[in-house]
């Protein structure tokens, strides 16, 4: 059984479109986060959510927008998608974050690729 | 500076080497540090969880920190060439949020 599960595994779009990615814990877990990981792997945090609600938010632009519809799922839209969004973006999750160095679980990832 | 610094090598090392990949870090508030290990095209998989100063051994992995020098370390013994991936450090601080070395890239040479 995967842990965390992320649709779709590949994305690839044309610049100026809107996608969304879905992101699925079966680990019970209460804390879940979006990261972005770039050519050169490296692994930035960009939101988090606890129970549904936003606890981290980095400095994101603000066509990024999180959504958590229950503690199991969370979904990251983005709007008028540019070349610099190309990346691998990961969800990760977490029993709860306010409970310090709780360690987190990943997916699989999607890789979005703009044209 | 990055808050974490890690080589990004490669490393490359023959089968049944023991490995030594290493972290440094600025930032005195990190207390909880983690390894993770990445293949190709998947999602980082936790190895080791340590709290603190101290080893932690985990089968043919050890994990080591020293919280006065700044620096964690991870240990692989009798390496595989199934132990080939990226191993990720990450470290949480007093705001929760897990922060990332940049990953070393090893390979295992039968």
């Known amino acids: 059984d995967t842990a965390v599960s992320q649709t779709p595994k590949y994305l690839v779009t044309q610049m100026g479109n809107d996608k969304s990615i879905k992101c699925e814990q079966n680990?019970?877990?209460?804390?879940m986060y979006w990261y972005k990981q770039d050519s050169k792997k490296f692994l930035k945090i960009m939101f988090s959510y606890n129970n549904k609600e936003l606890i981290i938010n980095e400095t994101v632009p603000n066509r990024f927008s999180p959504k958590s519809p229950d503690k199991a799922h969370l979904n990251l839209h983005i709007n008028s998608l540019e070349l610099g969004d190309s990346a691998v973006y990961f969800c990760a999750s977490s029993q709860d974050a306010r409970g310090q160095g709780q360690p987190q679980h990943f997916g699989d990832g999607t890789r979005l690729s703009i044209l | 500076q990055k808050e974490v610094e890690q080589d990004p090598g490669p490393l490359s090392v023959p089968e049944g080497a023991i490995v030594s990949l290493n972290c440094t870090y600025s930032?005195?508030?990190?207390?909880?540090f983690m390894w993770y290990r990445q293949y190709s095209r998947k999602g980082p998989e936790l190895l080791m969880y340590?709290?603190?100063?101290g080893n932690k051994e985990d089968g043919r992995f050890t994990a080591q920190v020293d919280k006065s020098s700044k620096y964690i370390s991870l240990f692989i013994r009798d390496s595989q060439p199934s132990d080939s991936a990226t191993y990720l450090c990450a470290m949480y601080g007093a705001t929760n949020k897990l922060i990332f070395g940049t990953g070393t890239l090893l390979a295992i040479q039968p």
């Open positions: 680990l019970g877990h209460d804390t």
């Open positions: 340590t709290y603190s100063s």
């Open positions: 930032n005195s508030a990190f207390q909880y």
